[in-house]
């Protein structure tokens, strides 16, 4: 019955086919407002058709009316280079031939656009102005008052896709990969523990439950994320809150997994049972989060404060101190992972420190380099494909964890169960076996 009930609401949650929407309860205007007013942007793709439906209902007795438009970049940069401030209608006269899809309203809307050449955000705009006739073509508005609500749909389109602007296409469908496989993960993880707890009768150690901690974060952000992504393609909006917070929650679960970086390279319960100058691994992640915190910060202040900015939030000053630092913790893991290496005489255990210098360059690497290979790409393809990668290392890098922490084996090179190694960072492993060996010799 509940496996019912999840196909159900699946169902539900993603074969709803409504379109984006935007929406406002009130919107005045009168001549002492700006001449231009966005709404939002929307991606579209070359060559296809995006159907425009809206709904403007006048909240006034009176008739008067605004201009309502909708326009490619290029236009959009001319309206806000002419009107922005000159405020005069013959800046205005000026655009007639570039405004090729406008509409006095209030009054009901309905165009289907399908004259983009080039792959790029349109805006919906409103101006203080009202079309008259192609000699005198603009007048200005003396002012309105009214309701509205527009709905853009992508022609042709699937389910996932129909809703949402052409650079958030297919994020909800890796966003719904990454939740599943995040589940796959932990519940692995989990099954590993109890059975060290239950069958082998040991303690978890920090780092298992560290990294526990960490899919969990992973698992219950993207599963935030895909609930407002579901219900926004039922009506439009979303649950934005919800969708932050689950980003924020895989930003900390990312965090997490650089603490445990910083922690197996210094050697930590692999050569060295005792953690050295803890202090400066714990400075360098807590940096780590700062930065990781400030872009974080700035990615929403980008969706919810700078939503006409057609730049994608990795290419601020926020984007490039956080990559800038991955960079710089790069060679300070290999570096401690390197004289870590040195002290052991495990062959096991070196090739366990060989995975993960590749795993380090791998990881750390990944982000600086998809940017600077993105450039050559229009900006509409960043999101989808930063997101995509980011998913794909975190993944790779979760499960070679998930591997190495399996309870089975992980006693062969982790000293988690190990109460009779004297180990320290300028000594070497004895174990159990060897010191018999010595004994049995005298």
């Given at each position: 019955?509940?496996l019912?009930?999840?196909?159900?609401?699946?169902?539900?949650?993603f074969h709803?086919?409504h379109?984006?929407?935007?929406?406002q309860?009130?919107?005045?205007y009168?001549?002492?407002?700006?001449?231009?007013?966005?709404?939002a942007?929307?991606?579209?793709?070359?060559?296809t058709?995006?159907?425009l439906?809206?709904?403007?209902n006048?909240?006034?007795?009176?008739?008067?009316?605004?201009?309502?438009a909708?326009?490619?970049?290029e236009?959009?940069?001319?309206l806000?280079?002419l009107?922005?401030?000159s405020n005069?209608?013959?800046?205005m006269?000026?655009?007639?031939?570039?405004?090729?899809?406008?509409?006095?309203v209030?009054?009901?809307?309905?165009?289907?656009?399908?004259?983009?050449t080039?792959?790029?955000?349109?805006?919906?705009?409103f101006?203080?102005?009202?079309?008259?006739?192609?000699?005198?073509?603009?007048?200005?508005?003396?002012?309105?008052q009214?309701?509205?609500?527009?709905t853009?749909?992508?022609?042709?389109?699937d389910?996932?896709?129909?809703?949402?602007?052409?650079?958030?296409k297919?994020?909800?469908?890796?966003?719904?990969?990454?939740?599943?496989t995040?589940?796959?993960?932990?519940?692995?993880?989990?099954?590993?523990?109890?059975?060290s707890?239950v069958c082998?009768?040991?303690r978890?150690h920090?780092?298992v439950?560290?990294?526990?901690?960490?899919?969990l974060?992973?698992?219950?952000g993207?599963g935030f994320?895909?609930?407002?992504?579901?219900?926004?393609?039922?009506?439009?909006?979303?649950?934005?809150?919800?969708?932050h917070v689950?980003?924020?929650?895989?930003?900390?679960?990312?965090?997490?997994?650089?603490?445990?970086?910083?922690l197996?390279?210094?050697?930590?319960?692999?050569?060295?049972?005792?953690?050295?100058?803890?202090?400066?691994?714990?400075?360098?992640?807590?940096?780590?989060v700062?930065?990781?915190?400030?872009?974080?910060?700035?990615?929403?202040?980008?969706?919810?404060?700078?939503?006409?900015c057609?730049?994608?939030?990795y290419q601020?000053?926020?984007?490039?101190?956080?990559?800038?630092?991955?960079?710089?913790?790069?060679?300070?893991?290999?570096?401690?992972?390197?004289?870590?290496?040195?002290?052991?005489?495990?062959?096991?255990?070196?090739?366990?420190?060989r995975?993960f210098?590749?795993?380090?360059?791998?990881?750390?690497?990944?982000?600086?380099?998809?940017v600077?290979?993105l450039?050559?790409?229009?900006?509409?393809?960043?999101?989808?494909?930063?997101?995509?990668?980011?998913?794909?290392?975190?993944?790779?890098?979760?499960f070679?964890?998930?591997?190495l922490f399996?309870?089975?084996?992980?006693?062969?090179?982790?000293?988690?169960?190990?109460?009779l190694n004297?180990?320290?960072?300028?000594?070497?492993?004895?174990t159990?076996?060897?010191?018999?060996?010595?004994?049995?010799?005298?």
């Amino acid at each position: 019955m509940k496996l019912n009930v999840c196909l159900v609401a699946a169902v539900i949650l993603f074969h709803a086919t409504h379109a984006a929407l935007f929406r406002q309860t009130s919107y005045t205007y009168d001549r002492h407002d700006g001449e231009l007013r966005f709404i939002a942007k929307f991606g579209i793709q070359e060559y296809t058709q995006v159907e425009l439906r809206g709904t403007f209902n006048n909240r006034t007795a009176t008739n008067e009316s605004v201009t309502f438009a909708f326009v490619p970049y290029e236009t959009w940069s001319e309206l806000n280079r002419l009107l922005v401030p000159s405020n005069n209608c013959s800046s205005m006269a000026n655009l007639t031939s570039m405004i090729a899809h406008h509409w006095s309203v209030p009054g009901n809307v309905s165009d289907t656009i399908s004259d983009n050449t080039e792959t790029e955000y349109w805006f919906l705009v409103f101006l203080g102005y009202v079309y008259v006739d192609a000699r005198s073509p603009w007048q200005k508005a003396s002012g309105t008052q009214f309701d509205y609500e527009i709905t853009l749909t992508n022609v042709p389109s699937d389910v996932f896709t129909q809703q949402f602007s052409y650079d958030m296409k297919g994020v909800a469908i890796v966003t719904m990969v990454a939740t599943f496989t995040y589940l796959v993960l932990l519940a692995f993880q989990v099954a590993f523990s109890t059975y060290s707890c239950v069958c082998l009768k040991t303690r978890l150690h920090l780092l298992v439950k560290l990294f526990a901690s960490l899919l969990l974060l992973e698992l219950v952000g993207h599963g935030f994320q895909l609930a407002h992504m579901g219900v926004y393609t039922q009506d439009g909006v979303g649950l934005a809150p919800l969708g932050h917070v689950g980003a924020g929650l895989v930003i900390l679960g990312n965090c997490f997994l650089v603490l445990l970086f910083l922690l197996i390279s210094r050697g930590w319960q692999l050569t060295k049972a005792v953690l050295h100058y803890k202090i400066v691994t714990f400075v360098l992640w807590a940096l780590y989060v700062v930065f990781s915190a400030i872009f974080f910060a700035w990615m929403v202040m980008y969706q919810e404060v700078y939503t006409a900015c057609v730049d994608s939030p990795y290419q601020s000053w926020a984007a490039w101190l956080y990559q800038a630092y991955r960079i710089l913790l790069l060679p300070y893991c290999l570096y401690e992972l390197w004289h870590s290496y040195r002290q052991e005489n495990d062959p096991l255990v070196q090739n366990v420190y060989r995975l993960f210098a590749m795993s380090f360059v791998v990881w750390f690497g990944y982000l600086p380099i998809t940017v600077g290979v993105l450039h050559a790409v229009n900006l509409l393809e960043w999101t989808r494909v930063i997101l995509s990668a980011s998913l794909f290392f975190d993944l790779a890098a979760n499960f070679v964890l998930v591997i190495l922490f399996c309870p089975l084996w992980s006693d062969y090179y982790f000293q988690f169960n190990s109460h009779l190694n004297i180990i320290d960072s300028h000594t070497t492993r004895y174990t159990l076996l060897s010191l018999t060996e010595k004994s049995v010799a005298l």
